[in-house]
């Protein structure tokens, strides 16, 4: 089991090191259980405080302190890209596969079951993979999600789990529509990981347009003010 107070010290450490080389007196860095992975800071002149996501505690000093890097580097004004070693950590599957229940624990709104009332995910997923759309991935995990907002999916790409709005799971609703739901999610896994934004953003409609009903399935959320 991982000591909590050992991470925060190595953690403040590691940025420490780094603050001084560009000049901060006074660097506070500590893990915090956000839901995704993401980092928080504040900061003064010659002082600034790090909130690092809880998920990268075990994470080797290498990539830490490629983060820590990229962070200074990004505050004083450079482009500041994630480290190769970050990223290979964070991208590497063993690091889905141990915290993905941790992720799915902290999002209430995801009912954990691919078996809706009336419609079973599982078996939107198989009809993605036998048309050759998506490759079968067994890392993947889907889940229904409650309904919430107009928006009939979500995807964690870090941490492979893919949702889709219990709107859905309906008779009503044609296989088609939640297929495609699916397959948008689906296709920014296949994409892979994406830290700056819209850098695979050709890549990712590539993929989508693949869908051979989009047109319909488009339309036909948008005549329930809904879209994937």
């Avoid at 405080?49 to 890097?69: H, V």
């Avoid at 999610?185 to 994409?191: D, G």
């Avoid at 989009?214 to 003010?225: I, N, P």
Wanted: include cysteine.
């Amino acid at each position: 089991m991982i000591d909590e107070i050992d991470s925060n010290e190595r953690l403040k450490s590691i940025f420490g090191k780094v603050g001084k080389e560009y000049r901060y007196d006074t660097v506070q860095a500590e893990f915090m259980a956000f839901t995704e992975v993401k980092v928080r800071w504040q900061r003064s002149y010659g002082w600034i405080d790090f909130k690092i996501s809880d998920y990268l505690m075990d994470a080797p000093d290498r990539a830490l302190e490629g983060l820590a890097r990229s962070l200074f580097k990004r505050l004083s004004g450079g482009e500041g890209e994630y480290s190769t070693e970050l990223l290979e950590w964070i991208t590497a599957p063993d690091f889905s596969r141990s915290k993905s229940h941790i992720y799915m624990s902290r999002c209430p709104q995801y009912l954990n079951t691919v078996q809706g009332k009336s419609k079973n995910l599982q078996d939107s997923y198989d009809r993605l993979v036998g048309a050759g759309l998506i490759p079968y991935d067994p890392s993947v995990i889907l889940t229904w999600e409650m309904e919430g907002s107009q928006k009939m999916g979500h995807c964690s790409v870090l941490m492979r789990v893919v949702a889709v709005s219990e709107r859905l799971d309906s008779d009503d609703v044609p296989d088609y529509v939640l297929d495609y739901c699916l397959y948008h999610e689906l296709c920014h896994i296949v994409v892979g990981y994406n830290p700056d934004g819209n850098m695979h953003e050709d890549e990712y409609y590539g993929y989508e347009d693949r869908f051979p009903t989009k047109s319909e399935a488009v339309g036909w959320l948008r005549t329930r003010c809904a879209y994937a």
